[in-house]
């Protein structure tokens, strides 16, 4: 398995003629896409979870929303869409990665669980459940590393209520689109000077611990060859492994 995805251009580099890819460092847990409506979030969601799969990392996807974007996916086990969106945070805290703390999973193969619109999810829920989840959101965020089991999370803007100091444990952060003074000076606050805050659809940041901030652009693919790739990445039960395989 490759260590890091290259999913984005550099924007300068590109201007000049030049295409150069930028890298994701999975050995960097957990990812954040923040845009807004209309900034190609889940063009790029797509192709990074796609390159994912092609470096041999398994999917668990959310979508609240559960409109078209991820609809490829309505037959898949662990495809979770509206109010089945909390069996997800159940089956990735209480299954997956409790199976590997315990020992019972000795496999440390990457696993990335994605979820499309978290914020609007939690917005939605009372606050019972909502405190329910945003615990398992912080245990899976500061345990995953560990067990390589990452989150990605896709959604308009960086809710810190949602995250609290769990966010902390997000390493990566794609910004696209244009984006407010708000969301610059919670996220690129050492570079407002310089960074530009109007981005057209598909352009922006990519922000990782520890490098130099890039200005991105997402480049063009084929939507269906993605999506093929996703499905085919994602996660089996063993129970489902045994079944395919009669």
């Given at each position: 398995m490759t260590s890091v995805i290259n999913a984005v251009l550099d924007a300068e580099l590109l201007r000049r003629g030049i295409y150069f890819p930028l890298s994701v460092d999975l050995k960097k847990p957990h990812l954040a896409i923040f845009g807004s409506s209309g900034s190609g979030k889940t063009y790029a969601t797509q192709l990074l979870l796609a390159k994912a799969v092609l470096s041999s990392a398994k999917l668990v996807v959310a979508d609240y929303k559960g409109d078209l974007d991820f609809s490829f996916l309505d037959n898949d086990e662990h495809f979770y869409r509206f109010e089945r969106v909390g069996l997800f945070f159940d089956f990735?805290?209480?299954?997956?990665?409790?199976?590997?703390?315990?020992?019972?999973?000795?496999?440390?193969?990457l696993i990335i669980c994605f979820i499309d619109e978290m914020s609007a999810y939690f917005t939605m829920l009372e606050k019972k459940e909502r405190d329910t989840r945003i615990r398992q959101l912080s245990r899976i965020l500061m345990l995953g590393r560990s067990f390589n089991i990452h989150v990605w999370i896709s959604q308009q803007r960086p809710d810190a209520e949602y995250f609290g100091k769990s966010r902390e444990n997000i390493h990566n952060i794609l910004l696209l689109g244009s984006f407010s003074k708000e969301v610059l000076n919670m996220l690129l606050s050492d570079e407002k000077d310089v960074v530009n805050r109007k981005h057209s659809r598909g352009k922006g940041y990519l922000i990782s611990s520890g490098e130099v901030t890039k200005e991105i652009v997402v480049p063009r693919y084929n939507v269906a060859k993605v999506q093929s790739k996703i499905l085919e990445g994602m996660y089996k039960s063993k129970s489902s492994e045994a079944v395919d395989s009669e």
């Amino acid at each position: 398995m490759t260590s890091v995805i290259n999913a984005v251009l550099d924007a300068e580099l590109l201007r000049r003629g030049i295409y150069f890819p930028l890298s994701v460092d999975l050995k960097k847990p957990h990812l954040a896409i923040f845009g807004s409506s209309g900034s190609g979030k889940t063009y790029a969601t797509q192709l990074l979870l796609a390159k994912a799969v092609l470096s041999s990392a398994k999917l668990v996807v959310a979508d609240y929303k559960g409109d078209l974007d991820f609809s490829f996916l309505d037959n898949d086990e662990h495809f979770y869409r509206f109010e089945r969106v909390g069996l997800f945070f159940d089956f990735v805290s209480d299954t997956l990665l409790r199976n590997r703390q315990s020992g019972q999973d000795k496999c440390r193969s990457l696993i990335i669980c994605f979820i499309d619109e978290m914020s609007a999810y939690f917005t939605m829920l009372e606050k019972k459940e909502r405190d329910t989840r945003i615990r398992q959101l912080s245990r899976i965020l500061m345990l995953g590393r560990s067990f390589n089991i990452h989150v990605w999370i896709s959604q308009q803007r960086p809710d810190a209520e949602y995250f609290g100091k769990s966010r902390e444990n997000i390493h990566n952060i794609l910004l696209l689109g244009s984006f407010s003074k708000e969301v610059l000076n919670m996220l690129l606050s050492d570079e407002k000077d310089v960074v530009n805050r109007k981005h057209s659809r598909g352009k922006g940041y990519l922000i990782s611990s520890g490098e130099v901030t890039k200005e991105i652009v997402v480049p063009r693919y084929n939507v269906a060859k993605v999506q093929s790739k996703i499905l085919e990445g994602m996660y089996k039960s063993k129970s489902s492994e045994a079944v395919d395989s009669e």
